[in-house]
Every structure is written in C-alpha cells, then in structure tokens.
C-alpha cells in the first residue's frame, strides 16, 4: 500500500538508465570517431614507410628495370597504391642551392649534393562523410608521403 502514496516526483528508481540514455550516443561518436582518426594516421604511416622502403631498393635495381621503376614498384606494393601515384625526383645543390638541371656539374670549389626523393600519394575514405581536419568535395582524405635519400 505504501508504494501507491509515493511522490511520483521524489522517485530516483531508473535514473542512471535514462542518463546512460543521454550521454551513451555520444560517448559511441566519440569512440567512432577516435577509431576513424587513428586509421587515417595508420595510412599515412603506411604511405611514409612505402617511400622509405622504396628508397632503401634503389642499390638492388637489376637490369632489367631502371632505378625509377624499381622504386615505383616497390612504393607501390608497399603503399598499396599505383604506381602512377609514385613520384621519383633527383636533385642538385652546389652550396646548399638547389640546380634546375640534375645532369649538370658544380662549379670548381662548391660543395655538390645530389638528392634521390620519392613521393607517394593516397586517399583513405573515413567510414562517415565527415571530415575532421578541414574539407574535401570527394569526401576523401588525399595524403602524401615524402623521403628523400642523398646519393652523392
């Protein structure tokens, strides 16, 4: 008899359910959202560690491939994109100054570097449409990944 002349107003029984209802969407978007984050990071790890790896190949080019296509191919199994994603650029610098023109030499007296880098590039698509750190109209995260290697 007594449960009946309660106050309905004074009743604490099912709170803690009708607050986990509150804060539990949230807490799940947040947890979604850390977890998305923390793949793309993976991605962009993966696509570092491509052209790292990929430079580390360039001493065991054979004759049949070019250094280039070497490197290519190995960034692009490593990566897990194409090879048209793989870029191979050479530099010059006599005395710290970068040369338009790779086959040239230095002048007699400065220092000469030349420079092997490797650029690969990627897209991770994040399980939602949302971006996080700024905004693309393909709802892609377009990432790039560059090591560089000296040679001389």
Same mark, same amino acid.
């Given at each position: 008899?007594?449960?009946?002349?309660? $106050?309905?107003?004074?009743?604490?029984?099912?709170?803690?359910?009708?607050?986990? /209802?509150?804060? /539990?969407?949230?807490?799940?978007?947040?947890?979604i959202g850390i977890n998305d #984050? @923390?793949?793309?990071? $993976?991605?962009?790890?993966?696509?570092?560690? *491509?052209?790292?790896?990929?430079?580390?190949?360039?001493?065991?080019?054979? =004759? !049949?491939?070019?250094?280039?296509?070497?490197?290519?191919?190995?960034?692009? /199994?490593?990566? !897990?994109?194409?090879?048209?994603? #793989?870029?191979? @650029?050479?530099?010059?610098? %006599? !005395?710290?100054?970068? #040369? *338009?023109?790779? !086959?040239?030499? %230095?002048?007699?007296?400065? @220092?000469?570097?030349?420079?092997?880098?490797?650029? #690969?590039? =990627?897209?991770?698509?994040?399980?939602?449409?949302?971006?996080?750190?700024g905004d693309s109209d393909d709802?892609?995260?377009?990432?790039? *990944?560059?090591?560089?290697?000296?040679? @001389?």
């Amino acid at each position: 008899m007594s449960r009946l002349h309660r $106050n309905p107003l004074r009743d604490e029984r099912g709170a803690a359910v009708i607050e986990l /209802a509150l804060v /539990a969407p949230i807490l799940a978007l947040m947890t979604i959202g850390i977890n998305d #984050v @923390s793949q793309a990071f $993976n991605r962009r790890l993966t696509l570092e560690q *491509a052209a790292q790896r990929a430079i580390e190949k360039v001493m065991q080019t054979t =004759g !049949d491939t070019t250094p280039e296509e070497t490197i290519k191919t190995e960034a692009a /199994a490593q990566g !897990d994109v194409d090879e048209d994603d #793989v870029t191979v @650029s050479y530099r010059l610098e %006599c !005395d710290g100054e970068e #040369v *338009a023109d790779f !086959d040239t030499e %230095c002048e007699e007296g400065q @220092s000469e570097s030349r420079w092997l880098q490797v650029t #690969v590039s =990627g897209t991770y698509e994040p399980m939602f449409p949302t971006h996080y750190f700024g905004d693309s109209d393909d709802k892609l995260y377009h990432m790039t *990944a560059t090591a560089g290697m000296r040679t @001389s």
